[in-house]
């Protein structure tokens, strides 16, 4: 489990391993993408499942609250920041 503190912004990395993920509480905003755009966030209330494929880069935001996340994934795992993050 992971929680993500209010007006936490996670800018775009990827992980080697494919992940799932289910929101327990809060909203997320998500999107997959390799530069940080909030216009193209989607918004993800509590309940909502979405994988992460491996090497696949994405950014989120915690922006209204903290939000909660189960994530389950196979290792080894890490996180790749990108250089673009802007």
Aim: net charge positive; proline share 10%; glycine share 8%.
């Amino acid at each position: 489990r992971v929680k993500i503190p209010a007006v936490t912004k996670l800018l775009p990395h990827w992980h080697p391993e494919n992940r799932t993920a289910v929101i327990l509480s809060g909203t997320f905003y998500y999107c997959y993408g390799d530069s940080f755009n909030e216009d193209k966030l989607k918004e993800m209330p509590p309940g909502t499942f979405f994988t992460e494929p491996p090497k696949q880069p994405h950014f989120a935001y915690a922006k209204k609250g903290d939000v909660i996340i189960q994530v389950t994934g196979w290792g080894p795992t890490g996180t790749t920041q990108l250089n673009k993050n802007k």
